[in-house]
């Protein structure tokens, strides 16, 4: 037996771990679909990496565990019958042909995921954007981050994280708003809980209708009514300028402040007003407002509790607005911080995955327009934002979009009222789905089924929530005749006719491109955005293959750009990338969620994570030991609830919205407000008989943002 080793990069959640895999093999390192795998593969760690400094979760440690022929798509299929890869991208092909020659691009759709690789979001992108002319390519990340982006393009010009991880430790004060990050982001919380042990003056707050695992380090928690943050971000300005807290100095590098300040007041102008709209104890609101004014090494961490509101981006910009106020950003240890949901939402968002976005951070204005035209050498690029998530499939459903192209993500499961995406899909002309899984509730829908590569075999990068790049490796060959999703894209390009545009022998040729690109024409004369990394435009193969983990924006002329001193970070120049230099404040008036609780649906069905699954759970159910922690479909519901609808522990339930309904294991527990439900997101019905959450979100979105409102929807329950 022999053994090598290498480094790469988790594929779940957004914090992005580094991780030591090594691979014994038996006799050859290659497998296929008749054979059993020839080899091994043990993960660990990566000590040297900056994220997670050799820790991983549970749901990292059993990666390769998922790893396995079992479930896997082995070969193309046209119709269902199992076919090659010639047949499979002809058949696209001549489909995207006819359906664009027909009705026009806007005809056609991509809907993409944090899943990808960087590279493989590019060139769908390229081909989409660029190519085929229409901006109908959105991702599964507008159901996760994308409030978050439209507050830091509000706030600071662009999409941009302020912070690092070593904010969140090096922070006086830090509060997690939104994010049960025990779950959510697991080793994030272990430094967290590790600087707190060390450092035990570290105040922590958590803001979250539920007590969550979070809490178990918390020094203050407030379980706020659902959906009311912005009230208390705006009763926290309120009182810091009440308090004499504001900082004048830091003003002067910001435009806005008086109208923010007038919505604040407005919408909770006291302690009193704001512990009343957020329903919570008037002393803790007084305790957390008097801790973060009297804090300058401040740390607000956001999450998706924030982010999946109709609010989502007015909440965003309510927590920004505070540290504008007191100058608490680009200094150590004192940032607003969006915690990102998925592995790769953040490079997605880097090459223009969003449909209301260029590649390399740049915008629909004819500027950017003509600046991405010529880079690409297109005369077709789409000149206006297309459609976002839940109004791109909305448009399936009324059959303006006649194809669709869905690579590495499950939307029969994860998009609100998801019967409705059924019903989309089924009724769909011509449905492309790209996954390394053979079985999902959305690849029962395709009429062509394309193999894609998994973890352990695809290679290329991904960026985690602190704007920090880093390798997924190649550790194995492919299976069956899976292949990279930057390779299949590329084949549909040329078969297209776009064959010199996209002339790529590999994932380097495309993140060398994607690096030149975020360099063009990126200056101070043109227009100077941070998303730049056009160190990196020269790469041979072996530098990309050993590509240390760095962020952006990376030095043009130093490579070493771990963020020491104020100086050193975003924004410590007080240089912010909107069209003044200035940060902005955003005015925030304070709404509760769309839809109201009313006699029929008198519950607030809350949704989200738990510890040791992923998203649809198609690769984690794999591993065995990460289905014992929650084994099946449940719902949280406080002890006096469960007794008002006669519902016993442990008993079955059928919850229903007006969108649809499942039914689900009862746990009665006090951790879940009175008057609300919590029920996980990750069962599907191939899985489950039970039903899935999905079918019974509504289908509300933030105005801004496109977000779904995934964590507020009117619900009833009763025993099943
Ligand atoms: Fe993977 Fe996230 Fe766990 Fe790190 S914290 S090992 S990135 S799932």
């Known amino acids: 037996m022999s053994s090598y080793e290498r480094k ?11 991780i030591k895999a090594v691979v014994s093999h038996t006799d050859i390192p290659s497998r296929n679909e008749d054979s059993t795998p020839s080899f091994q593969i043990t993960v660990s760690g990566d000590e040297d990496h900056p994220a997670n400094y050799g820790r991983l979760c549970g749901k990292g440690s059993a990666l390769a565990e998922t790893a396995i022929p079992e479930g896997r798509l082995l070969q193309p299929r046209v119709n269902g019958q199992v076919t090659d890869w010639n047949t499979a991208i002809g058949t696209v092909v001549e489909r995207f042909k006819a359906i664009k020659d027909e009705h026009g691009p806007e005809a056609i759709a991509f809907y993409l995921s944090g899943q990808l690789l960087t590279e493989d979001y590019y060139v769908a992108n390229k081909l989409m954007k660029g190519f085929i002319g229409s901006s109908n390519v959105d991702t599964n990340s507008r159901l996760c981050m994308s409030s978050a ?21 090096q922070a ?18 272990q430094r967290i809980r590790a600087a707190k042990a060390s450092r035990p003056e570290l105040k922590i707050v958590v803001i979250d209708p539920r007590r969550t695992a979070t809490c178990d380090i918390a020094d203050l928690h407030l379980a706020l009514a659902p959906g009311t943050d912005s009230f208390l971000f705006n009763g926290l300005l309120s009182y810091l300028h009440t308090q004499g807290k504001i900082n004048q100095d830091f003003l002067s590098a910001t435009e806005g402040f008086d109208a923010a300040l007038a919505s604040a007041r407005q919408s909770a102008p006291d302690i009193r007003q704001t512990a009343l709209a957020c329903d919570v104890d008037e002393q803790l609101v007084k305790q957390f407002f008097d801790w973060f004014a009297d804090t300058d090494k401040t740390v607000t961490a956001f999450s998706q509790g924030i982010n999946q509101s109709s609010r989502g981006s007015d909440k965003g910009n309510s927590i920004i607005n505070c540290h504008l106020a007191t100058g608490r950003i680009g200094k150590p240890g ?50 206006a934002p297309g459609l976002k998530a839940v109004d791109l499939f909305r448009a399936v459903r009324e059959k303006k979009i006649k194809a669709i192209w869905i690579m590495a993500t499950n939307p029969v499961v994860s998009l609100p009222d998801a019967n409705q995406i059924k019903a989309a899909l089924s009724d769909c002309d011509f449905v492309v789905v790209s996954d390394c899984i053979a079985e999902t509730d959305t690849t029962a829908f ?14 290329g990068t991904v960026t985690n929530s602190e704007r920090r790049i880093s390798r997924q490796r190649r550790l194995v060959d492919s299976i069956g005749k899976a292949k990279p999703d930057w390779w299949i894209i590329t084949q549909v390009a040329r078969g297209l006719g776009f064959g010199d545009a996209f002339d790529y022998g590999s994932a380097r040729d495309i993140f060398v491109e994607h690096a030149r690109l975020s360099g063009f024409e990126n200056n101070v004369q043109h227009h100077r955005r941070a998303f730049d990394i056009s160190l ?13 983990p760095f962020q952006w924006p990376a030095p043009r002329n130093n490579a070493v750009n771990k963020p020491e001193t104020t100086s050193d970070r975003l924004f410590g120049d007080q240089f912010f990338y909107t069209t003044s230099g200035k940060a902005q404040f955003v005015p925030v008036l304070s709404e509760g969620p769309h839809n109201s609780l009313n006699s029929e649906y008198p519950l607030a069905l809350n949704t989200g994570r738990i510890r040791d699954q992923w998203h649809t759970m198609t690769r984690t159910s794999l591993a065995r030991r990460l289905n014992e922690h929650k084994p099946e479909p449940f719902v949280e519901i406080h002890p006096d609830d469960a007794v008002k609808y006669g519902l016993e522990p442990g008993s079955l339930a059928t919850v229903t919205s007006a969108f649809g309904s499942m039914i689900a294991r009862v746990e009665v527990t006090d951790t879940t407000r009175q008057g609300s439900l919590f029920v996980p997101m990750h069962w599907t019905e191939q899985m489950s008989s039970a039903g899935r959450v999905g079918a019974l979100v509504n289908p509300v979105v ?12 009117p619900a009833r329950i009763q025993p099943y």
Request: charged share 20%; with cysteine; proline share 6%.
């Open 702 to 713: 933030d105005p801004v943002s496109g977000q779904p409102e995934s964590k507020f929807t």
């Open 334 to 383: 004192a940032t607003p911080f969006s915690l990102t949901g998925q592995p790769n939402a953040m490079g997605g968002r880097e090459v223009g995955g969003l449909a209301n976005q260029l590649a390399a951070h740049m915008d629909f204005t004819p500027e950017d327009i003509d600046r991405v035209s010529r880079f690409w050498a297109t005369d077709t690029l789409a000149t």
């Open 8 to 18: 790469t990069t988790c594929a779940y959640c957004g914090v992005g771990c580094g």
């Open 536 to 548: 990196y435009d020269a790469l041979s193969e072996s530098e990309y293959d050993d590509l240390a």
């Open 149 to 169: 982006v439209s507050a830091h393009k509000r706030a600071f010009g662009e999409d941009v994280v302020p912070g690092c991880y070593d904010d969140l430790e």
């Open 172 to 189: 006086d004060l830090l509060i997690l708003t939104g994010s049960n990050t025990a779950w959510c982001h697991p080793v994030l919380f």
């Open 446 to 459: 395709a009429d062509v089924l394309l193999p894609s590569e998994g973890w352990s075999e695809k290679d």
